[in-house]
Nanobody, 122 residues
Framework: EVQLVESGGGSVQAGGSLRLSCQASGFTFDESDMGWYRQAPGNECELVSTISGAGSTRYADSVKGRFTISQDNAKNTVYLQMNSLKPEDTAVYYC????????????????WGQGTQVTVSS
């Protein structure tokens, strides 16, 4: 059974940090691209960061230098370390496997997680 289980969201003041985790199961994690997306109320869903099975990373311009994506293949887990958080980072963050249709457009379950809320106050 394919599952993506996210954790680590919460509330923090501007300038603070949070680390999101996403534990995957049911597919070949170490060969799969993984990604984090987010959607704020009234805004479109957007790509935050992706990491390929080989470890190549990509970031949205808005988070470059502040967020770091990483993966632990032994734990089938992908992380998003978020530093220097800003109020505009407030959103529901989704873990997804874009190679299996886990993108903002398709949101193909079960390769699109349930989402975790991140709230940054000023």
């Amino acid at each position: 059974e394919v599952q993506l289980v996210e954790s680590g969201g919460g509330s923090v003041q501007a300038g603070g940090s949070l680390r999101l985790s996403c534990q995957a199961s049911g597919f070949t994690f170490d060969e799969s691209d993984m990604g984090w997306y987010r959607q704020a109320p009234g805004n479109e869903c957007e790509l935050v960061s992706t990491i390929s099975g080989a470890g190549s990373t990509r970031y949205a311009d808005s988070v470059k230098g502040r967020f770091t994506i990483s993966q632990d293949n032994a734990k089938n887990t992908v992380y998003l370390q978020m530093n220097s958080l800003k109020p505009e980072d407030t959103a529901v963050y989704y873990c997804a496997a874009p190679g299996y249709g886990g993108t903002c457009i398709t949101r193909s379950e079960p390769y699109w997680g349930q989402g975790t809320q991140v709230t940054v106050s000023s």
